[in-house]
């Protein structure tokens, strides 16, 4: 298995929704480490647009990189993407940030993402969620926060879950069926 980190973003129709099916289609692709908060920004580069909510997903995958770049492109499809302009409004973007320590330059992908370390809409999440990654020559991702400290983020509430919440509400729900059935069974 190898351990990858994707950069979601959505400035069109219902990002948060966007953003949730995104990642569960994700953890359809390997085993789902951990989900960043969501955080609103405005656009980098391109027309005029409407703020993106974005995200960072970490996975354990078997699938290889072109691989995942084509699962993340067939999720990209199904919520809605259209691609007309470069840096143009999107319902849907994912971009393979990290996969494992390998550097890939080829026309289709560009791993590491090769303006992940300019951008803190990047930086923050994936931090948040992988505290410790390093590029594939092992420079910590934590030392590039200070240049981008100027950008404007806000971190909004943890709006994806991710497994831990999942499994811990999972077991909430259990619990409280169980208590019913015996509270049913008793009075009976």
């Known amino acids: 298995m190898v351990r990858a980190a994707i950069g979601l973003g959505s400035n069109l129709g219902d990002r948060p929704r966007h953003i949730g099916d995104a990642v569960a289609a994700l953890a359809e692709a ?37 691989q995942l770049l084509e699962r993340c492109l067939e999720v990209e499809q199904d919520q809605g993407r259209e ?19 390998e550097t890939i330059n080829d026309v289709e992908l560009s791993v590491p993402h090769p303006r992940m370390t300019e951008r ?32 404007k983020v806000r971190k909004l509430e943890a709006v994806v879950p991710d497994r831990r919440t999942s499994l811990a509400l999972m077991l909430l729900v259990v619990a409280g069926a169980l208590a019913i059935w015996w509270i049913g069974d008793w009075l009976l």
């Open 30 to 66: 390997g085993s789902l480490v951990r989900v960043s908060s969501l955080y609103q920004t405005a656009p980098m580069g391109g027309p005029k647009q409407g703020t993106y909510l974005n995200a960072v997903v970490v996975i354990d995958t078997d699938l290889s990189a072109q």
């Open 83 to 101: 691609r007309r302009e470069r840096w143009g409004p999107r319902t849907l973007d994912l971009d393979v940030l990290l996969y494992g320590d």
């Open 120 to 151: 803190r809409f990047v930086l923050e999440p994936l931090l948040e969620v992988w505290p410790d990654a390093v590029l594939p020559d092992g420079t910590p991702l934590a030392g590039f926060s200070a240049g981008v400290a100027g950008q």
